[in-house]
């Protein structure tokens, strides 16, 4: 590729070595801090200065190297991490346009979150840690998006994973925040496993671990296609560990245990949706293998629809915004299994900035009224709070799919792949899914902004502008980004085609008509429950009561996997402990030893101490030996 | 500088012997004087054995910084003439990372010792002496000397361990530390006997007079004979690698020991035994090692699996940590059996890996034990509040020992993996499942035991009263774990120059193994 | 004409006994230290002289009765240096513990005569006679502490089942005196290797001798006098029994059977391979079940004499027929240097252990394994002594019992005794456990008063070079091969 | 023919004394039955043309070891003289004794010799061969004879040393 | 005539009672007879071949000599047991074998 050198190109792989340097600096500097200077709190500043300019430059980075993907269209560049033999692993970035709207999206979010967390994370005792996970975070998220190679994408992979682990467990004096940590880690490590597995196995196949060689090989037809189907299909289960697709999705609502912005960042904007990115990114290969589509796709429906149901029901405000979280990352991937790579991208960017908006909201009423996360115990916050409710319900409107906000366009844009891909049953149910989501957004909109101010909230104020600012940009971003999807002159031709030029960008009126019908019906419905009190809500779980529970307890799929890890995995740990104490160790081994102590000790009897018994052994002896050899000989 | 060369290794092997001789001399009373001897010989030793490595040429490749001496002639016979038995010193690519390995955690281990409570003179002597047992095991390119630098290693375990170790006692549940050495040291030399079988086999049958390593492996023995030796091989040295289901002194023993011999017995012995596989078994019994490949196999994926499990039902942090050796030289041995480039390289890496990550977790429980008096993972909790730089870094080896990317696990089990995936793919997905577990029982164990509130009550009945005003580990237990958390990182990060040595080494025993199959 | 002046050295030492037996009378009875120092001055001083005035010689007294040559040499000086050092080590025992002091000393060079005697023998009677010189001292000496009934018992035990191996003993050399007409090693030799067959009575004759002479060196079945012997006997007599007595009936077995016995030894092979086996593997363990220590070394003694035992079964190579070629002795000399190098391996780590032992039992009184507990604090340099022998005797490195077992197995795994070896092997791994046994009461158990042990210079002095002796032998062997290299081929010379 | 007769005479007053020895529960008969069987031995010695070794015999066996195993007898316990009995392990000791006699007389039978007819040995002969060719292991005897006495001594005198408390 | 063979048999007659002596009575003294039987039965077995014997004269002599040796020995053995058995009695007031056994196993 004669773009190899282009300045675009070298400024990327500079941008996570730039979060890199700064996760390295503020590590250090804490010890060093501590060392020079007796009081460290003066010093604290630093950290957060230092991660923020590293991640700001990145933003401004990126920049470039859109203009130089504007241009060149991307490319790639690499060097050598390890030669085995023939196994040839190399560090190295490709650029594309998929790649440049995740960096953008990573490098905007984490700087405003940054920014934001100054002014929420204030005082903490690990304060410099927070951002030092951060810049660590950062670097791998954008490592991940750049990776040319699956290996060096795993590596990023998981390196996120360490990120958010480290992050949800960062009030790890918690217990729950403690098991939460624990337990996003161990389920998408699950994943993850199956995730490496493919790559392996595609290794196996290819002999590279380069995406576009894959890609090239696989298209070549040279790959057996049950493997091919079995690596994709591994693939994508390391996606839904990632994206918290059902039914890996237990623990993105835990991992709210985390600080909320770190939550805003990690939990609905960039870490989880890195699944999604990898189908997309992997989608050459998907489409080779119809029959993984399809369960992408249904996975995805099934993530929407149940995650939907049971953010509906959720009362914990950073919950039901998971839950929505992991109904919308369902329906990108709904989205990618009908092989809508850009609608699926350009609503994860769109939902990103959305969510991040809805999280850092909350986070701000969360941080005015002591933490509160129940919305039944706020209300009418809107007076007390009103960029936070403003930009709030900015936020959940997009969501929501109401025009002219971004949400409008991506919703629209993903309910055309459905309908473009003919599955009309599918789309059927998507718009059941539409009409929820819509429905909670309401419900999470409403509730803590309407009605009467509780009396433990008296106090609550507005955040500091630390705080709102990030929160107005969001929010403006929010409502104008969806323009993306238009062409806007001549060097972009709409998102559609930007990301790929084989497609056009196209309108149907009739969808947008019956999404905005459905769309203003479930708001309109929101209204009269939570504000109206036309109808009960609690009237409606009555009706279907056993639903109604086993929405409220998470489908008991929680209680499945506890029961599981410690009935089952721990129990039959256990047991193989056991077994290894008792049966290997025990009877085998001490009860080899002990066997020969106790043969030596019956032996013993044989020397009895009396004269008689030795001279008879030596009489014996010989002529037993005599008789012996005589016979032997002959 | 050549001569320099020709006798580094001799040196590093000496230096160890001369502290442990010199030690003897010093008074009992200067404590002062001991550990700082100990500390210096210590560090110098483990410098030449990083110089060791780093001045080894991979282009060179081959057997390098190789020197013999004539040690003992055996009475001319008229079958092949005058012979002897020769200190024949040299590494290669395998070696050569092994001696640094066994440099870094010696070092490491005696700056983690300087805790030690009593007799810390009878310490250092019989730990310089299993460190030049490591090290001439490693360097000897001559079966009598591998065999006799083996056994020099395992002969002060029993005391180590008896004397300065610790034992287990949960009321369900006991294990002394008599129990612990006892059979440490009955197992490895119950593998030793198999070994000197299969050495006096091998010596006898090649008929050549000589245990020199390089010139047996041109001889090409015989088939059946191969096949029968080389189990005896596998299972003799398959016992110090924590082969199941030889495995159970493994973790009684590491509980029992001392942070320091624990250090360098699982940091650093049982890679002796993997070692030992490759280059007696691979390199001499190649044909063996093909037919033997698929039971090796077999066994190490139950290593990692069963071990992994194990790890998981166990309540002592010691006891996890051993059970999770015998699951990471599972893998070792599925690399070995994989018996191409990838896998046998991700052996050996993972070898070099295991060795540091598990001294690590060695460090940071010692320091734990010793300022609590307890490794009942049902009794700590949330100490990471008091123990900070302890947590880090138990949760830098925890992540190495699961595989996280940056660290050097995951590069040594990759390629072991890739490795298998060439050949055994089940194996290779079962290898990588047992990745997973390790991820439970380790995010377990941090959770429990670092994690969640601390009950300061129960703190304060624990910790040591010495350790009231700084119950973190001290400074020199910090420089311990760090060297060793910055190894890990870097060979995480940058393997490369890792595996081009290593891969020098590996290709040569595979060429070796083509030319004679 | 016969050289008598070859046998100066074994007229001194007789000299050397009267003369103790004669000053012992005159001299007052606090006074008795002057007789074990003249007795070593004196043993240096024959030792020196052996050296420098039989080094090279080689000579036959009345046509092969005695044999002087680099073999005999070789033990003369082994034996010379070993009653030198059984007498050290006797000297505190003895002031303590017994009295006869003068007769204590002359019978142990008595015993010394009669073993250097016993290593130049080349003839059956000179065997015998010389073989029960030194039973006869054995027997005095073991039942030496008359008022310990332990002691009366270990002289009873011994000299009644003594007498009835030397019957046996004498019923074989009967039998091969009158059906081969000789009791010449090398007039045997020739006729065993013109003889096509072997006869029934000359089977009883060979086999009823190796009893005697296993009875000596406690060969199973031969074997159950030598525990309750070692543990009645005064300390530094078991350190004889175990390492002198053994020793020197090695050093004839070696010769009579190389220089005798080679024609036969394809035959008899069979038989010293059951022999060791059974004589390792219950040697070994039987020791794991003691609680005396005494005993329990002798059992460990009883497995040692096994490892040399097959080493005598691998003087010959297996799978081989016919008669005499190259490759059926080829490696004989390795495994003769393999069996005199363990033996002297094994007598230092023995002697060295023993000697701890009497030093404790003389602090203690007791000499139980339970007895040793915390020995190891109470005086480091005794338990590093005693730690080391034990190693060696287990045969770890960097100690001498490592190389010459490796050596010994190497020389018998060559001539085709590989699963022998590898039975070997194992006891070995067995018997460790025993000797771990005796660490962990030396180490690790905690005893009970904290009393200090304090050595004496000469004891100081005589475990400082059995250290030195065991380490140097295990990690520099060389100069010593060289010299049982030459011992080696004297005694193939005269095949 | 008339040699065999004595020598059947010989082999039976040997086996017969012999018998007593083993049989006989009064340890006086039993004395007696060694002493028979000693004498029985001389005879055999006659018959083989060896006057001398029978002399030494019966001045060693039957005057020197009957009367110093008598007076042995009479410093230790008398009253069970009359009532020796057996270990009651006597049959194994039966066993290994009938086994071992098997072992020899099959030898004996099976063995085949290279014989000439019964001739002695001239006494100047043995007279010149000991104190020539077996010099030295006469010495070693004598040494023998001393460790035994010295021995003999030690184990039976009463001493005023410490030890004897 | 008188054969070798008679010689052998009474010789392997004599041993065998002598070794049943010895194994099978409990009187210490006995025993030591019985061992003196043994050693009268090598003696017959020795001058047996040495007078049937087809070789030189100082062959055959050598079976006198060692005749010769063998009563030495075995009266200096007698003696020197029948001592050590006279110790053990004065310490124990009993010579027999059955109560000899303080040390076993």
Known sequence: ?634 | MNTFNSWLLFIIILIPLIGAASLIFIPKEQKNWIQWIATTLGFITMVLSIYAFAAYSHDAGGFQFANSWVWLELPSNPLFGQQAIELNLGIDGISAPMIMLTGIVMFTGILASRSIQESHKEFFVLYFLLISGVFGVFASLDLFFLFFFYELSVLPMYLLIGIWGSSTDFKTFIRTKEYGAMKLMLYLVAGSVLIWISILAIFTESGLGTFSIPALAKVGFDTTFQLIVFPLVTLGFGILAGLWPFHTWSPDGHVAAPTAVSMVHAGVLMKLGAYGIIRVGLFLLPEGAEQWAPVLLGLGTVNVIYGALSALGQRDLKYVIGYSSVSHMGYVLMGIATLNVIGLSGAVLQMFSHGIMTALFFVVVGVIYERTHTRDIEVLEGIAKHMGWVAVLFLIAGLTSLGLPGLSGFVAELLVFIGLFQTYPIAGILGIIGAGITAIYILRLVAKVFFGKLNEKVWNSLLDNKFSKQPDSNYWERASSVVLAITILIVGLFPFPFMEVINTGVNEILASMAGSL | MNNLTLLLPEIFVVILGFSILTIDFFIPKNKKWILPCFAILSLTGILIFTLVFLSGKTDELYGGILRIDGYSLFFKSAFLILGGILIVSSVEYVNKNLSNQGEYYSILIFTVLAMMLMSSSGELLMAYISLEALSFGLYVLVAFDRYNIKSNEAGTKYIILGALSSAILLFGISQIYGLLGTTQFNEMADILGNTSSINPGLLIGFLFLIAGLGFKVAAVPFHMWAPDVYEGAPTPITAHLAVGSKAATFALILRFFISGLMPLMIDLQIILIIMAALTMTLGNLMALVQSNIKRLLAYSSIGHAGYLLLGLSALVSINQSGNFNLAFISNTNFVVSGIILHTIAYGISNLAAFLCISIIYKKTGHENIEDLAGIGKKSPFLSMVFAASVFSLAGLPIFAGFISKFYLFTGASMQGLIWLVAIAIFTSLISLYYYLRILKYIYIEKSKDSQQINLSVISFGLLSVLFIAMIFIGIYPAPLMDAIHHATDALSMLN | MTSLVFFYLASVIILGGGLTVILSSNIIYAALGLMASLIGVAGIFILSFAPFLALVQILIYGGAIVIVIIFALMLTKLEDFRTLSDHKHWPIALIASLVTLGTIIAAAFYTPTNLVSRRGVDFDKIAHELFSQWAIPFEVASLVLLIALMGGVIMVRKTNSRDDK | MIELTHFQILSGFLFAIGLYGVLARRNAILVLMSIELMLNAVNINLIGYSIFMNASESHRALGHVIIIFVITVAAAELALAIAIILRLYRNKSSINTDDINIMKW
Request: hydrophobic share 55%.
């Open chain 1, 1 to 634: 590729m004669d773009s190899n050198n282009t300045i675009g190109l070298h400024a990327a792989w500079v941008i996570p070595l730039l979060s890199a340097a700064a996760f390295l600096i503020i590590v250090f500097s804490m010890r060093l801090v501590g060392f020079f200077f007796s009081d460290r709190n003066k010093l604290a500043m630093l950290a957060p200065i230092v991660s923020i300019t590293a991640i700001l430059a990145g933003f401004i980075l990126f920049w470039l190297v859109l203009l130089d993907v504007l241009n060149f269209d991307g490319g790639s560049i690499s060097m050598a991490w390890l030669i085995v033999g023939p196994a040839e692993i190399r560090w190295g970035i490709f650029v594309d346009k998929i790649s440049v709207a995740m960096i953008g999206l990573v490098t905007f979010i984490s700087l405003l979150v940054q920014v934001y967390s100054i002014g929420y994370m204030k005082g903490d005792r690990h304060f410099e840690w927070y951002f030092a996970i951060h810049a660590l975070f950062a670097t791998a998220m954008l490592t991940l998006v750049l990776a040319d190679n699956l290996l060096f994408l795993y590596f990023a992979w998981e390196l996120v994973g360490l990120g958010s682990y480290l992050l949800i467990g960062f009030w790890w004096e918690k217990r729950s925040a403690a098991e939460a940590a624990k337990k996003a880690f161990i389920t998408t490590r699950i994943g993850d496993v199956c995730l490496l597995i493919g790559i392996i196995l595609l290794f196996r196949e290819t002999g590279t671990f380069n995406i576009s060689e894959i890609f090239h090989i696989a298209e070549s037809g040279e790959i057996n296609n049950a493997i091919l189907n079995s690596s994709v299909l591994l693939i994508f289960i390391g996606a839904m560990g990632k994206s918290a697709q059902f039914p890996f999705h237990v623990w993105l609502p835990d991992a709210m245990e985390g600080p909320t912005p770190v939550s805003a960042l990690i939990h609905a904007a960039t870490m989880v949706a890195a699944g999604v990115y990898l189908v997309a990114r992997m989608m050459p290969i998907f489409e080779l293998a119809p029959e993984i589509m399809l369960i992408v796709m249904i996975i995805g429906l099934i993530t929407f629809i149940f995650a939907g149901s049971m953010a509906l029901v959720m009362n914990d405000i950073k919950k039901i915004l998971a839950y929505s979280t992991i109904s919308h990352l369902g329906l990108m991937m709904l989205c990618l299994g009908t092989g809508g790579v850009a609608a699926a991208i350009f609503h994860l960017i769109v939902h990103g900035i959305a969510k991040a908006l809805l999280f850092l909201g909350a986070g701000s009423l969360m941080h005015s009224i002591s933490n509160e996360t129940n919305i039944w115990k706020m209300g009418g916050l809107r007076h007390r709070m009103p960029i936070t409710a403003v930009t709030f319900f900015i936020g959940a409107a997009s969501l929501a799919g109401l025009p002219p906000l971004a949400g409008f366009f991506s919703k629209d844009e993903l309910l055309l792949s459905v309908l473009h891909d003919g599955q009309y049953v599918v789309f059927a149910i998507t718009l059941l899914g539409v009409f929820l989501s819509a429905l909670y957004m309401a419900r999470v909109a409403i509730v803590p902004f309407f009605g009467s101010v509780p009396k433990n909230l008296a106090q609550s104020h507005e955040s500091g502008s630390i705080i709102w600012v990030p929160l107005v940009i969001l929010a403006t971003l929010s409502a104008g980004v969806g323009f993306l999807i238009l062409p806007l002159g001549s060097t972009y031709p709409g998102w559609a085609e930007f990301i790929n030029p084989k497609h056009h960008f196209e309108i149907k009126p009739w969808l947008m008509i019956l999404s905005i019908i459905l769309t203003l019906i479930a708001l309109i419905l929101g209204w009269s429950i939570y504000v109206k009190k036309l109808v009960s809500a609690k009237q409606i779980s009555q009706f279907i009561p056993y639903l109604h529970k086993t929405i409220l307890n998470k489908y008991y799929i929680d209680d499945f996997y506890q029961w599981v890890i410690d009935k089952c995995i721990l129990t039959f740990g256990r047991l193989v402990a056991l077994f290894d104490r008792v049966v290997i160790n025990d009877t085998v081994v001490d009860g080899s030893a002990i066997s020969i102590y106790l043969s030596a000790l019956k032996t013993r009897v044989f020397q009895t101490g009396y004269l008689f018994t030795y001279g008879a052994a030596m009489a014996i002896g010989a002529s037993g030996l005599t008789i012996l050899w005589w016979v032997l000989l002959d």
